[in-house]
């Protein structure tokens, strides 16, 4: 079973740059390993997800239209870890991050493991 161990949230300005990991026990075949969040008073959703290598039913990665350009998904070669990197932060991207894993499509109803969640906060 896949477990997930997640790290790197904290606080950062409007504009500034934060980076959260996330160390998996394993990366099946045809999983994703990705990240949702869930901001105060709205639902969570889908920010980014990584797709193995061996799906070849969907792109590698999925982007969010809100992070596209900013956010970067991305593993070591062996995918024990898996990084977000969120650059150019707004306020609107305050939100408890979820490092999750699941199948087929990064949709939080696919997911099977989630991680224990990091806090995102803006401190403008």
């Known amino acids: 079973e896949v477990q997930l161990v997640e790290s790197g949230g904290g606080l950062v300005q409007a504009g500034g740059s934060l980076r959260l990991s996330c160390a998996t026990s394993t990366f099946p075949n045809d999983y994703f390993i990705g990240w949702f969040r869930q901001a105060p008073g709205k639902e969570r959703e889908g920010v980014s997800c990584l797709f193995s290598s061996n799906s070849t039913d969907h792109d590698s990665t999925y982007y969010a239209d809100s992070v596209k350009g900013r956010f970067t998904i991305s593993s070591d070669s062996a995918k024990n870890t898996v990084w977000l990197q969120m650059n150019n932060l707004k306020p609107e991207d305050t939100a408890v991050y979820y490092c999750?894993?699941?199948?087929?499509?990064?949709?939080?109803?696919?997911?099977?493991?989630w991680g224990q969640g990091a806090q995102v906060t803006d401190s403008s």
């Open positions: 999750a894993a699941g199948f087929d499509i990064c949709l939080e109803d696919y997911i099977s493991v």
